[in-house]
């Protein structure tokens, strides 16, 4: 089979290697599509893999059908098809008891730590890491891990029906934040500095706005009925960002940060005083959410994905192969490509 393996930090190659056997409760599936998220530039280009083990299988943000599976596993999955939950958590730490699994202290990871989407074959360590799915297509099933890291981002936001909620980032999640937002009640507005991406947001029909260009604080106040946002997610990681959200937020307010920080990040302190003025509500958002309470978010979206109320699949906007996708990595590093969503088929 295909399989697009990091050799070294830098070292990615297309490779052809053996189709693996599962074992014991594990599933082999074949992988229906596997998108690119902006992780996979950093474990490509900078800091490798989590693990250490070379070479190694990334992508995770995929799906599959089942094909074979262990001795111990029930062979009726046969012909069943979903979305993959990548992470492999302990269920022995205090976080793994409770059902907070993406906390776990000692976990293992499909496509950053143990072989991943980016092939034609994939092994589950079991059942369980597969979120079945009736009808929906397989690109979109693959956008489940990041449709997911969304929705927990507005729930973390404690956006509600009636209320306005602000995004910061304009890129797929920040777009499936938003549509989120609006099957939960509450109507979003998309905030980016890169104009296209701006653009792409308003033709998704969604609000949109370039702060480079326009009062964010006058634009939200336009389309709320003169008021600030009761809620803002904060999705680029920038620090100007989450000076932002403080300023935009009114009074009581709830603000969820997601990005993850980079640049300069340090809080003026008139920032910091409005925090406490605005007695606001900050939540930090890590992954999502896989047990069942308060809402396995996973099922969640699969079920919506099926019922063809929550989608993604129009986000996609390259889908390179196998054998093309080591040369798709090093463009979107060097910028030479733009993308909304890379899907790897
Ligand atoms: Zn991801
Ligand atoms: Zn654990």
């Not at 014991?24 to 992988?31: C, M, N, T």
């Not at 998309?190 to 604080?217: C, M, P, T, Y």
Request: charged residues 25%.
């Amino acid at each position: 089979m295909k399989a697009v393996r990091l050799h070294s930090i830098g070292d990615i190659r297309c490779d052809e290697i053996d189709i693996p056997v599962p074992h014991g409760e594990e599933l082999l599936i074949k992988v229906g599509a596997c998108g690119v998220c902006g992780s996979d530039l950093p474990r490509t280009f900078e800091h490798g893999t989590s693990s250490g083990i070379y070479p190694l299988t990334i992508g995770h943000e995929f799906a599959g059908e089942v094909v074979a599976v262990g001795e111990k596993a029930d062979s009726s999955l046969i012909g069943a098809k979903g979305a993959v939950f990548p992470l492999i958590p302990c269920r022995k730490c205090d976080p793994c008891t409770v059902g907070k699994y993406v906390m776990c202290e000692k976990y293992d990871y499909l496509g950053s730590r143990s072989d991943g989407g980016f092939a034609e074959y994939c092994l589950l360590p079991s059942e369980w890491h597969l979120i079945r799915a009736k009808s929906a297509p397989m690109e979109l099933l693959a956008m489940t891990e990041p449709a997911c890291v969304a929705q927990h981002a507005v729930r973390r936001a404690k956006i509600t029906a009636g209320q306005f909620a602000v995004i910061f980032g304009a890129g797929p999640i920040g777009i499936m934040a938003a549509r989120w937002a609006r099957i939960f009640g509450a109507e979003p507005l998309l905030v980016d500095i890169v104009a296209e991406k701006v653009e792409f947001a308003k033709s998704k029909g969604l609000n949109a706005i370039n702060s480079r260009e326009e009062d964010l604080i006058a634009a939200i106040k336009s389309l709320n009925n003169g008021r600030l946002a009761d809620a803002a997610i904060e999705g680029t990681g920038s620090g100007k960002a989450l000076i932002s959200c403080v300023e935009c937020v009114r009074g009581g307010g709830c603000i969820a940060l997601l990005g993850n920080p980079m640049g300069n990040s340090e809080l003026p302190l008139k920032i910091h005083s409005t925090i406490l003025r605005k007695e606001l509500e900050i939540n930090g958002v890590w992954n999502s959410s896989r047990a069942p309470y308060p809402v396995d978010e996973w099922a969640y979206t699969v079920k919506m994905m099926d019922e063809g109320r929550f989608e993604a699949a129009d986000l996609i906007t390259d889908r390179p192969t196998h054998e093309e996708l080591p040369q798709v990595l090093k463009e979107l590093k060097d910028g030479t490509r733009r993308s909304v969503k890379v899907m790897c088929i």
